[in-house]
T-cell receptor, first 118, second 113 residues
Framework: GAVVSQHPSWVICKSGTSVKIECRSLDFQATTMFWYRQFPKQSLMLMATSNEGSKATYEQGVEKDKFLINHASLTLSTLTVTSAHPEDSSFYIC??????????????FGPGTRLLVL | AQSVTQLGSHVSVSEGALVLLRCNYSSSVPPYLFWYVQYPNQGLQLLLKYTTGATLVKGINGFEAEFKKSETSFHLTKPSAHMSDAAEYFCAVSVYTGNQFYFGTGTSLTVIP
């Protein structure tokens, strides 16, 4: 089946630095990718919707200047956490929409990236 | 607007016993419903989904769920729990399979030997 990868799988960084997380669809083209974050013992919360070649749409309460999303190609979306702070420590998961041969779409989730900001 | 409520943040069952994880949804349009499983420090794995058609949906690992429109529910069941079923389970709703998902708060399943 279709695979979505994320890189890195985990990252530790110092407060104030920026971290880039990549989300790739490995064997299909994804016109739409979604970024979620998950705090420990909590559910996934949608951060933003990313469409190839256009600006991302952010959910209410998500700072677009802090969480920069770039969807430069049909197989790659990146999330950059700028000037990271300890409260940004979380599990970030992306998903990608894939067209089905018989029509319609489905979504595939990446394995997630665990970010720890010291 | 769409939302999901999962009753019971923690469920414990004995190995071999019935598993029942509850999910109720709210949707202003006909919903697409999903169950995902998440093992520690891993991403989400799709168990099953309901889009249209048959309301009883069978998924992987022996799980199934029934869409009941009148009850706005999509409960997940498995006749006999296995130790490997211990994980976090998330119910999600969407207006379309390619659209954003709204997740419930999750249910942690513990299987007692």
């Amino acid at each position: 089946g279709a695979v979505v990868s994320q890189h890195p799988s985990w990252v530790i960084c110092k407060s104030g630095t920026s971290v880039k997380i990549e989300c790739r669809s490995l064997d299909f083209q994804a016109t739409t990718m979604f970024w979620y974050r998950q705090f420990p013992k909590q559910s996934l919360m949608l951060m933003a919707t990313s469409n190839e070649g256009s600006k991302a749409t952010y959910e209410q309460g998500v700072e677009k200047d802090k969480f920069l999303i770039n969807h430069a190609s049909l197989t790659l979306s990146t999330l950059t956490v700028t000037s990271a702070h300890p409260e940004d420590s979380s599990f970030y998961i992306c998903s990608a929409s894939a067209l089905l041969r018989g029509g319609g779409e489905t979504q595939y989730f990446g394995p997630g990236t665990r970010l720890l900001v010291l | 607007a769409q939302s999901v409520t999962q009753l019971g943040s923690h469920v414990s069952v004995s190995e071999g016993a019935l598993v029942l994880l509850r999910c109720n949804y709210s949707s202003s349009v006909p919903p697409y419903l999903f169950w995902y499983v998440q093992y520690p420090n891993q991403g989400l794995q799709l168990l099953l989904k309901y889009t249209t058609g048959a309301t009883l949906v069978k998924g992987i690992n022996g799980f199934e769920a029934e869409f009941k429109k009148s009850e706005t529910s999509f409960h997940l069941t498995k006749p006999s729990a296995h130790m490997s079923d211990a994980a976090e389970y998330f119910c999600a709703v969407s207006v379309y399979t390619g659209n954003q998902f709204y997740f419930g708060t999750g249910t942690s399943l513990t299987v007692i030997p």
